[in-house]
């Protein structure tokens, strides 16, 4: 669809809508009338950036700070201490209507909005992600549930009005806090999320993106966030496909150095062209690839306004997974890290080493071109099913700091108003991080690319040390940077701090 015919849509659409919009949003749980919701405060973003404001070399789009969390909002109390730390970035929230509107016409927003209140009163903005679940207004039995919450696959709705009158309401509600992103479902492609195709997916999109932008112009609609193991299948498939098979080994290989064999035989170790076939022929990967490709339909006739990606693998993976963004997304569109973490089977490790990792994951995405990055989960739940810490928490349970929490508030401390920008040229093989640049002075994020130590010379004024620790004057001899990253900072542009490494 162009983008006339697109707004004929949109004005249409608002009209249709604009009457059971504004009787949905203001339903409680026992059909009265709730207040409408709070304006917005001095947390809420102040606009909506174009697609395409993110990115290296500009400043980050929508947020001020491009380093977040998600987390457990039953905890708020053990978390908001920390959470002031990293102000300025983006949360999200999932809602399911089966659960706002558990009878027809009775709808209960109570606990969405002490959460969107919460986070406007934070200064962190607010996403939403709208799934469907299972119930009368998608008819059928659920196939699966999941958790305390008993959370269920999502399925198609049988009356497409009736969820976009659902849509609406929504976003009518939500607009006044700030809200202006919408994903719509999550990580369709596992079966215990999506009961439906891809083209029922592809349907329900497009259903949604209508009623979104004709109840806010200024809203962005987001995909569904397919899964970070479905993203590895997409990055070896496409490598493989060109003929470059030993790159899509190697793809395979530094992407699933966690995961193999953590799901049977759907993530096998793969050491040849035949074991990577073999692997990306089975019913789930295959099911993966083709709603990747829905979605990536979807980014191209722009339903779809911002790409949401889950990556919870080794930082090896970033660099090929940046690498198959760039060749599949529309140029401009922003690219957005919802779901970022670190997946760990067999073990917590060295919390030092796991730290360090964090910090390598999210500063590579960065420098990459992603504009906003959450970390899940925040802390993690001891009483999860797996029975251990498999991702890994930047704070304890009870809401303590750990050492990676400290790395985190350090790199949104660095990145807040700043804008960020890649390592010069003359850096590459040497140096991996990046820079973030606010007034005159540079904060860069550094460790060696090979592990062999690299020295920066000394510039004046400079300080350093470890992320997540005060800084201090760097040494007359310049500073050494190892496989640890370090901050480095001074009142000078990037490219004079890092001229003569040795």
């Not at 196939?143 to 976009?164: C, F, H, I, V």
């Not at 976003?171 to 202006?180: D, E, F």
């Not at 003359?426 to 140096?431: E, N, V």
Request: hydrophobic share 40%; with cysteine.
């Amino acid at each position: 669809m162009t983008r006339v015919g697109r707004g004929r849509v949109r004005a249409l659409a608002a009209a249709v809508l604009a009457a059971v919009v504004l009787v949905g949003a203001g339903c409680t749980s026992d059909g009265e009338q709730a207040p409408p919701p709070a304006p917005p405060g001095n947390g809420s973003p102040s606009g909506t950036p174009a697609p395409g404001d993110t990115g290296p070399g500009r400043p980050v789009g929508g947020v001020s700070n491009p380093f977040g969390a998600h987390w457990d909002w039953s905890r708020y109390d053990q978390f908001a201490p920390y959470l002031a730390k990293i102000g300025g970035s983006a949360t999200y929230e999932e809602l399911t209507w089966c659960e706002i509107e558990r009878t027809s016409g009775q709808l209960d927003w109570a606990e969405l909005d002490r959460i969107a209140t919460r986070s406007r009163d934070l200064g962190i903005k607010l996403h939403l992600k709208i799934r469907t679940g299972v119930c009368w207004a998608t008819g059928g039995t659920a196939a699966y549930t999941r958790g305390a919450a008993n959370k269920t696959e999502s399925a198609m709705p049988t009356d497409l009005a009736a969820y976009q009158r659902f849509v609406g309401a929504v976003v009518a509600r939500y607009a006044p806090y700030g809200v202006r992103e919408y994903a719509i479902e999550n990580e369709v492609n596992a079966p215990s999320y999506w009961a439906g195709s891809p083209e029922d997916y592809v349907r329900l999109v497009k259903a949604a993106a209508e009623t979104i932008r004709a109840t806010d112009p200024q809203a962005l609609v987001v995909d569904s966030g397919i899964s970070s193991v479905a993203y590895g299948m997409g990055v070896a498939d496409r490598l493989l496909k060109a003929g470059r098979v030993p790159d899509a080994v190697a793809a395979y290989q530094a992407y699933f150095q966690r995961r193999v064999g953590t799901r049977g035989q759907q993530i096998p170790a793969v050491t040849g062209e035949a074991a990577l076939r073999k692997a990306l022929g089975t019913d789930t990967n295959t099911r993966s690839l083709r709603f990747l490709a829905a979605t990536e339909t979807l980014l191209a006739d722009r339903t779809v306004d911002v790409r949401q990606l889950h990556f919870y693998e080794h930082f090896d993976g970033v660099p090929p997974l940046l690498d198959y963004l760039r060749a599949q997304t529309p140029a401009g569109m922003p690219i957005q890290a919802w779901e970022v973490g670190q997946f760990w089977r067999d073990g917590d490790g060295d919390p030092a080493s796991r730290a360090a990792e964090m910090v390598k994951t999210v500063t590579l995405l960065v420098a990459g071109g992603i504009g906003e990055i959450a970390w899940l989960p925040l802390a993690y739940n001891p009483n999860n099913a797996a029975g251990s810490e498999v991702r890994y928490g930047l704070l304890d349970p009870n809401g303590t700091e750990r050492e990676a929490g400290a790395m985190m508030a350090s790199l949104a401390e660095a990145a807040r108003d700043a804008t960020v920008t890649p390592l010069p040229a003359s850096a590459a093989g040497k140096l991996d991080g990046v820079a973030f640049v606010r007034g005159g002075a540079s904060t860069l994020v550094l460790w060696s690319a090979s592990g062999t130590p690299v020295t920066v010379p000394a510039a004046p004024g400079g300080q350093s040390g470890a992320v997540g620790a005060p800084l201090r004057a760097a040494g007359g001899a310049g500073t050494t940077i190892g496989a640890t990253p370090l901050l480095l900072r001074a009142d000078q542009p990037v490219d004079r701090i890092l001229a003569g490494l040795r």
